[in-house]
């Protein structure tokens, strides 16, 4: 089984996504080999999971916070997000961490939450450029992983995205993605109990139709987040066919 999961981001109004939606789905064909998502601003997500009801594309939220509800302005819970139809929520995003302080010990929380109301967390973890020149990226990815200890065995994705390769158009090399894939899946091996059977980890940063098949040549790629590459319908439905 391979993934593709479109992110979004804070892109597109109502009109744009319904046209996203009818050209995606003039080209796209369930295949039982491919899991394909779709992560929508919040204000998308219910008019996006009824486009793609009966189609199989699963919506996910970009975020979500720990608790059910509660005096927390301008946040959304996991219950909000399983009640508009997500299946599953983005946890973890650098941008999130970068841009809105999201720590490891809230993450944890999330985590947990998510599995609670049955939502799949895809967890993003990956290094600055700052931290790869320094040599830490493996350290880093070790503790983002770490907060698997604290949540206990819960079925999860993970995706690696190196920060530095997002959005900017720089991917990163095969033997770079390789070699944090395998420690990713060797974490996960010492976190996680066997019966959570195997987590796919997704790579992200700068995946286009022109590099997903070298990509999808990696053994230890399961399969691709997408930012901008996800915008274009065309390119999109693109991905999910490489894929399968
Ligand atoms: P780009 O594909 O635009 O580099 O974004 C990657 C990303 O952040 C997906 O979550």
């Known amino acids: 089984m391979r993934f593709v999961v479109a992110n979004w981001k804070m892109n597109f109004l109502s009109d744009q996504a319904r046209d996203f939606c009818e050209a995606f789905l003039a080209d796209y064909t369930a295949s039982p080999s491919v899991t394909t998502a779709i992560a929508p601003p919040f ?8 486009s793609f009801r009966s189609r199989q594309v699963r919506v996910f939220g970009q975020n979500g916070h720990a608790d059910p509800k509660g005096a927390f302005t301008g946040e959304i819970s996991m219950a909000q997000l399983q009640d508009v139809g997500c299946s599953g929520v983005i946890l973890g995003h650098s941008e ?3 841009l809105f302080g999201e720590t490891d010990e809230a993450l944890a929380a999330k985590v947990k939450a998510a599995r609670d109301w049955n939502l799949l967390p895809l967890l993003c ?12 990226t493996l350290d880093v990815l070790d503790r983002q992983l770490s907060i698997l200890a604290r949540t206990g065995p819960t079925p999860l994705w993970v995706a690696y995205e190196p920060v530095w390769a997002i959005g900017t158009g720089l991917r990163a090399e ?3 993605i390789r070699e944090a894939h395998a420690f990713i899946q060797a974490k996960l091996r010492t976190l996680m109990a066997p019966n959570i059977g195997p987590v796919p980890v997704l790579y992200g940063g700068s995946v286009t ?3 997903f098949p070298e990509l999808l040549d990696i053994p230890e790629v ?9 915008l274009d319908p065309a390119k999109f439905a693109t991905l999910v066919k490489q894929a399968g």
């Open 96 to 98: 999130r961490r970068q």
């Open 43 to 50: 204000h998308l997500i219910r008019p996006v999971a009824d």
């Open 222 to 230: 399961a399969g691709g987040l997408v930012g901008g590459a996800s």
């Open 125 to 136: 973890v990956g290094e600055t450029l700052e931290e790869r020149q320094r040599g830490q």
């Open 174 to 176: 095969v033997a770079q």
């Open 209 to 211: 139709p022109e590099n």
